[in-house]
């Protein structure tokens, strides 16, 4: 048995830069525990729903049919979408689950300019109704932040009639009506055709942006919105320049430009060359919000917040924070936390004993 969800493990943020806490939320948002700790799919268990892919930050889990959806998207006079419970009427797609924060603000973006209509069946009764609610959350995490955004009509029009209702697929291309494709929904295609799909089944598609996030920033830059909400980046007075969240960025969102000094230690060479100064460039772009330089971040220092950002700063290079690591006071070693001294030397006697030796 096939399926249509494909793991791209060198998108995965567990390959990218491995951690200490790996990142699972595929695995724990899987509402039919269909993937294993190895990121392997069960098929007969594996409703194709989506909501690994939405859940997923990096685009480890994608729909080998995604490019589809989102060709339709720029391509139709109108956006009609459905999910396979409802009434016929659009582009099929598996279920609201699969849709991120981005792609909800790519709908968004898009329905300024041409009316976006979802249609649902009964979620409630619907075996990825946690799929769905996931969704509905980020939906609701955008429309907090930003109220104002263009209207999409979501409509619960459960289809009633014969299973023959749930395989038409009525799309609309640029310059002509309306057309049905009778062929079969979103899933069945899939299975369809899977032999000309082998191969690149095979190969591991790996793209440092996820998709998703592209097809915001495309959708941005055509549409005639100045800014929307992002989220960015703060950094407190508390930062010790230490670099270790730049260190840690599995997507390089963060990085630190070092400026050396070595003239200083040239009669000791047993001193280490200085830092003078550390400066933390920040793309967010880049940035999937793993968080990992928070939970990593000693002095707490490290926020992040949403923002009304305009395009050219999404795309762009911020600097957030530009200061001078620290020293210890007595042996001079680099030390990274807000202490005068490193931990040996703080834990030495007057004489340099102590619990620690060097």
Known sequence: MTCQMVYHNGNCLNTKRPYARSCKLCIESCPHQAI????ELDT????ECGVCMAVCPSGGFVDHSIDKFYQYLQEAEEIVLNCPKAVPGGFEIPCLGMLDRDSWMTLMLLAKEKSATISTGSCADCPDRQACAISVEAFK??????????????????????????EASINKAPGSG?????????REKSREKIEEWLPSLTADETYHIPKSRQWLIEAFEASSEEKIPFQAISIADSCTSCGVCAAIC???????REEMNSASNEEDLTKEDRITSLRLIFEPMKCVQCHRCVETCRSQALTFNYQPLSHKLITGKILVHEGSPKYCNQCGKRIFDNGDLCLVCATSGPEGGGFFTR
């Open 44 to 47: 007969k268990s594996c409703t």
């Open 178 to 186: 309306v057309q049905k494709d009778r062929t079969l929904g979103w």
């Open 141 to 166: 995490g955008v429309h907090a932040d930003w109220p104002t955004h263009p209207v999409i009509h979501i409509k619960v029009r459960p289809d009633q009639g014969s299973g023959e209702g749930h």
């Open 250 to 256: 599995p997507q390089g969102a963060l990085q630190k």
């Open 36 to 39: 294993s700790n190895y990121r």
